[in-house]
């Protein structure tokens, strides 16, 4: 039926009668075009041929010309020939990782995560009925002793099959702004090699980094400094943190077989992301050109990198007798441990204590892929969006709480 359909295409368009797909009639939408203003005042249109595109159903791997940018600019950013990696262009990394979860991880499965990680990926993990694992991590990221030790001491008949899938944040890592620095990511490719473990690299805070030099990633050294075996690595993009979160526009890259697997489990579960999303970021990037895009995100970054130099400050002025934290190196979080002899656990401390006078804080427990039982005297901070007066309060608020409960 394949080669029929493929012949057929082929014939001239008046000889063709297509009766066969279930799309609704275009000519019966409304929007003809979009228009998008931007900060600066510029109008950015998607364009009426675009819009056309864009208000049909679209492929698995989401809209041509934005897959071609985000193909074209990750092997530019990442230094990898195009032609050894596919690209796919998704609905924003947390579905994503759930699509890939799903895809790649079974009933039951034990799956490497960094600890502590981002909640979105446990969540999705557990609810696939898979068992995260704790890879022990500390303030230069994942210690790949602490990963070559699970993986060797593994034992099949106490804990079911050895993991198989490494899911990793390597980048100002949400909950602790830590990056994973380069020299381990050499070696934790040369663990997940031997132990035959695909590597997720979950990286939207890759471009936030605060070093004048960004880390080089999974994807890359993978490329660059192959160990042998080498694992594959699926690398996980956002526009998220760059250009619109609720745009749900993110890109996938790694082996194209792999990437053509996700194709089709996209195609059978959600069909694709918003086309129309798509469109319009393509438009805006497009309209910024590589390097354009690139000089954003060093705006973005060096946005964020303001704040963390106040955090820090703020961190010593007010938290330096009752706490102990690392510099966050990228992305929007800090991630501090209340210490003194006397503490246990946190969470009783930030929900009865900070959040009633409205000190909004993390408590770290739901961080860690095993849980702490009621043991974890960490604190998420995120400094995204409050302002300086507001960091000024939360801070001094929160010293002035914690030592309180100290005495
Ligand atoms: C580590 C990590 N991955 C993924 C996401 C979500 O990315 P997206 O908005 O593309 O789904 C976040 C956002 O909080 C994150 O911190």
């Not at 960094?114 to 969540?123: K, N, R, S, V």
């Not at 510099?327 to 401390?349: C, I, Q, S, Y």
Request: net charge negative.
């Amino acid at each position: 039926m394949k080669g029929a359909i493929a012949s057929a295409a082929k014939l001239p368009r008046d000889q063709q009668q297509h009766l066969a797909g279930g799309k609704p009639n275009p000519t019966t939408f409304p929007i003809v075009d979009v228009e998008l203003k931007m900060r600066d005042g510029a109008i950015v249109a998607i364009g009426q041929e675009a819009t056309t595109v864009a208000n049909d159903y679209g492929m698995p791997f989401g809209y041509p010309p934005l897959r071609e940018w985000c193909h074209e600019f990750t092997s530019i950013a990442q230094s990898v020939p195009k032609t050894t990696f596919e690209t796919s262009v998704a609905a924003g990394s947390l579905g994503t990782m759930f699509l890939a979860f799903d895809l790649f991880v079974d009933r039951g499965d034990c799956v490497l995560c960094d600890a502590p990680t981002f909640t979105g990926a446990l969540t999705p993990l557990r609810t696939i009925g898979a068992v995260p694992v704790d890879v022990a991590t500390d303030g230069d990221g994942v210690i790949p002793e602490a990963l070559e030790a699970v993986l060797s001491g593994w034992d099949e008949a106490k804990s079911g099959k050895r993991p198989r899938v490494f899911y990793t944040v390597p980048t100002g890592g949400n909950p602790t702004g830590i990056s994973t620095i380069a020299e381990r990511k050499a070696k934790v490719l040369e663990i997940c090699g031997k132990y035959e473990v695909l590597i997720l690299e979950d990286d939207p805070y890759y471009f936030l980094q605060f070093t004048p030099e960004l880390v080089q990633s999974y994807f890359s050294l993978a490329h660059a400094a192959p160990p042998t075996p080498c694992p594959p690595v699926l690398r996980f993009d956002s526009f998220a943190k760059l250009l619109s979160a609720g745009a749900r526009v993110s890109w996938l890259s790694g082996p194209k077989e792999l990437v053509a697997l996700f194709d089709c489990f996209t195609m059978g579960t959600i069909g694709h992301g918003s086309i129309f999303a798509q469109a319009a970021l393509n438009a805006v990037v497009r309209n910024m050109g590589f390097d354009g895009f690139l000089a954003h995100t060093r705006e973005v970054c060096a946005f964020y990198k303001k704040r963390r130099d106040v955090v820090l400050g703020l961190a010593q002025k007010y938290l330096s007798a009752t706490c102990e934290w690392k510099d966050p190196m990228a992305g929007m979080f800090l991630w501090l441990k209340v210490t003194g002899e006397t503490v246990v656990d946190v969470t009783n401390l930030v929900v009865d204590k900070m959040l009633p006078v409205g000190v909004f804080v993390v408590p770290g427990g739901p961080f860690f892929p095993v849980s702490r039982k009621g043991r974890c005297p960490y604190i998420r901070i995120s400094y995204s969006m409050a302002d300086e007066t507001e960091l000024e309060n939360g801070f001094r608020r929160m010293g002035e709480i914690i030592e309180q409960s100290l005495v």
